[in-house]
């Protein structure tokens, strides 16, 4: 059975960082492209960032380019979200999700990741 945990999420200043995990099991980690999402209160998802099942290639919004980093240990069948900067508009619940792909779709459809991790809350507040 396929599944998704995030952790790493939580309360974090303006300017601070953290770094979310997305550990899989149940599936052949290395031939699923990995997003990550996230949902602030009152706002439609947003797709933040993408990677490739080889790790080779990956994606961000431009909210978020230069800022966040995603990378993967298909070893470990863990992604990683490195967030820099953070700024009070990047708080939202963050979820990870897996797309059977080797390359990743355009992050504004959603409907190609077809299985989900459950989120983790990340707050960024003085």
């Known amino acids: 059975q396929l599944q998704l945990v995030e952790s790493g999420g939580g309360l974090v200043q303006p300017g601070g960082s953290l770094r979310l995990s997305c550990a899989a099991s149940?599936?052949?980690?290395?031939?699923?492209?990995i997003g990550w999402f996230r949902q602030a209160p009152g706002k439609e998802h947003e797709g933040v960032s993408c990677i490739s099942s080889s790790g080779g290639r990956t994606i961000y919004a431009v909210s978020v380019k230069g800022r966040f980093t995603i990378s993967r240990d298909n070893a470990k069948n863990t992604v990683y979200l490195q967030m820099n900067s953070l700024k009070p508009e990047d708080t939202a619940v963050y979820y990870c999700?897996?797309?059977?792909?080797?390359?990743?779709?355009?992050?504004?459809?959603?409907?190609?990741?077809?299985?989900w991790g459950q989120g983790t809350q990340v707050t960024v507040s003085s």
């Open positions: 149940g599936f052949t980690f290395d031939y699923y492209a």
């Open positions: 999700a897996a797309a059977k792909l080797s390359g990743c779709p355009p992050l504004s459809r959603r409907a190609d990741f077809g299985s």
